[in-house]
């Protein structure tokens, strides 16, 4: 079965089919209650299809290569493509697949980093600006502009290993905090296992004393996490674009 239509499908239309669903509610404060469950119900569905992409495409490699298909799905197989470090893992693997088929180092600058975030950040912004849920979280996402217009092309696509910049590379950028990688693994990943695990069951609904003095819970905002699914998505829908391009050309 051929998964590239599904694989070149953005998950950012989640975010359009939700804000249709709750446009008809209304902005009274007694529709305030609906958007953790809302916001927690996009989140597991961008989540989860992210993942189902990625096995998708490292199936389809594998179906192109057998020894690729030996190495991932015998030698090293792949969890659940939840974490950053799986998401990574199956970078690094289209990035060498596509050097491999075009018999030559694929040069990463030749993708158009720029033009990947300004539409992932479009596709965030239009389809919540003026709806139900940016007013039921305004703070939120008054606080994700801020965060998000910090991030430039240089945070990710930073060599053939990395999908994210890590911490370290971004340390002569003014005003930065924290990097992709730490936003993701920090704060998303966490998040995503709370929510599919419900593990918010047991736990008190409120953050420590230590997280308060710390700051960093500025970055458990369901925008920034959008904004993050969003932007890895359009990053592997240019790759895999470009590694068939490289298959049609060996």
Not at 224 to 241: G, H, M, P, T
Request: glycine content about 4%; some cysteine.
């Amino acid at each position: 079965m051929n998964h590239n239509k599904f694989i070149f499908s953005s998950i950012s239309k989640m975010l359009g089919d939700a804000v249709t669903a709750t446009s008809g509610v209304g902005f009274g404060i007694e529709t305030y209650p609906i958007c953790d469950y809302v916001m927690q119900s996009i989140f597991l569905k961008m989540t989860g299809a992210l993942e189902q992409k990625m096995k998708c495409i490292s199936w389809e490699m594998a179906a192109n290569d057998y020894e690729y298909r030996y190495f991932r799905y015998s030698q090293k197989p792949l969890g659940e493509c939840s974490s950053y470090k799986e998401k990574k893992e199956i970078y690094k693997d289209l990035v060498e697949q596509i050097s491999k088929f075009k018999n030559e180092a694929f040069d990463l600058h030749s993708i158009n980093k720029a033009n990947i975030l300004n539409e992932s950040s479009m596709q965030v912004r239009n389809s919540f600006e003026g709806s139900n849920l940016m007013v039921w979280a305004q703070k939120g996402f008054n606080e994700y502009q801020e965060i998000w217009s910090a991030v430039s092309e240089r945070y990710f696509i930073h060599d053939k290993s990395n999908l994210f910049t890590n911490r370290n590379n971004l340390s002569n950028i003014i005003g930065v905090k924290k990097s992709l990688d730490e936003m993701y693994t920090d704060h998303l990943y966490k998040h995503r296992n709370r929510v599919a695990h419900n593990t918010f069951s047991y736990q008190q609904n409120l953050p420590t004393l230590n997280t308060l003095i710390g700051g960093g819970y500025i970055y458990d905002n369901y925008f920034v996490y959008f904004s993050i699914l969003v932007l890895i998505d359009n990053i592997f829908i240019k790759l895999y674009e470009e590694y068939l391009c490289s298959l049609e050309e060996f």
